[in-house]
């Protein structure tokens, strides 16, 4: 089945603190794992991505736990900051021939209060 | 430049007019994208051309008529809409998945927000 499931749908963190947002997948032909962000009116950005077959990804502040067996990944945000606010898509990427298709979770809402 | 553009940034037509979107890459990429967009929704995939040949149409209504003139280049014609079709437009690009190196995935431009009167 080709469906990401993505929880919480809104998250409220005081600045620097952790957020977490969660994802679980069932199909085991994703390919990889990608994050993006959306500022309202704008459109996605690739925020961090990781293949299966890695664990962990850190860029930044920004990372990724991966855990294969369980079908689940995470994105943690240290020292989150106000800017941060934004919707956060996790996603799933099936290769074809010569594209790729995004299989999106729902999106989290998060709010980094000052 | 990984930038993808997207003209106009906004735009209100009635149902009986006749308009387009325009998307454009600079960044090589063999693979681009239509997507739809409901507020508080994720994208939803629309059309995908690979190598300028419409691979993937995910069962969208003919009013919705894409067009690949050039690599760089890709159209969204609209005709006859309804009101329900009121969405942000999103086009994105991609590298061939055969050459990747690394964990590249799809660009998105800026997004196009559509009103249908």
């Known amino acids: 089945q080709q469906q990401v499931k993505q929880s919480p749908q809104s998250l409220i963190v005081q600045k620097g603190g952790i957020p977490i947002i969660n994802c679980a997948y069932e199909n085991t032909a994703f390919d990889y794992f990608p994050w993006y962000q959306q500022f309202p009116g704008k459109g996605p950005a690739l925020l961090i991505a990781?293949?299966?077959?890695?664990s962990e990804k850190k860029e930044g502040r920004f990372t990724i736990s991966f855990n294969k067996s369980a079908k689940q990944f995470s994105l943690h945000i240290m020292d989150s900051q106000p800017g941060d606010s934004a919707t956060y898509f996790c996603?799933?990427?099936?290769?074809?021939?010569?594209?790729?298709?995004?299989?999106f979770g729902s999106g989290t809402r998060l709010s980094i209060r000052p | 430049d990984t930038e993808v553009t997207q003209t106009p940034k906004h735009l209100v037509m009635g149902m009986t007019n006749k308009k387009s979107l325009k998307c454009e890459q600079h960044?090589?990429?063999?693979?681009m994208y239509w997507y739809k967009q409901k507020a508080k929704k994720p994208p939803e995939l629309m059309f995908v051309?690979?190598?300028?040949?419409?691979?993937i149409n995910e069962s969208v209504p003919s009013r919705f008529s894409p067009e690949c003139p050039n690599s760089s280049l890709l159209n969204l014609h609209l005709h006859a809409l309804q009101p329900e079709d009121s969405a942000l437009y999103l086009c994105?690009?991609?590298?061939?998945?055969?050459?990747?190196?690394?964990?590249?995935?799809?660009?998105f431009g800026p997004g196009t927000r559509l009103l249908v009167l």
């Open positions: 960044m090589g990429h063999r693979a």
């Open positions: 051309y690979s190598y300028e040949k419409l691979s």
């Open positions: 996603a799933a990427t099936i290769l074809r021939s010569s594209a790729s298709k995004i299989i």
């Open positions: 994105a690009s991609s590298q061939d998945p055969t050459v990747l190196a690394g964990v590249e995935t799809q660009y």
């Open positions: 990781i293949r299966p077959d890695v």
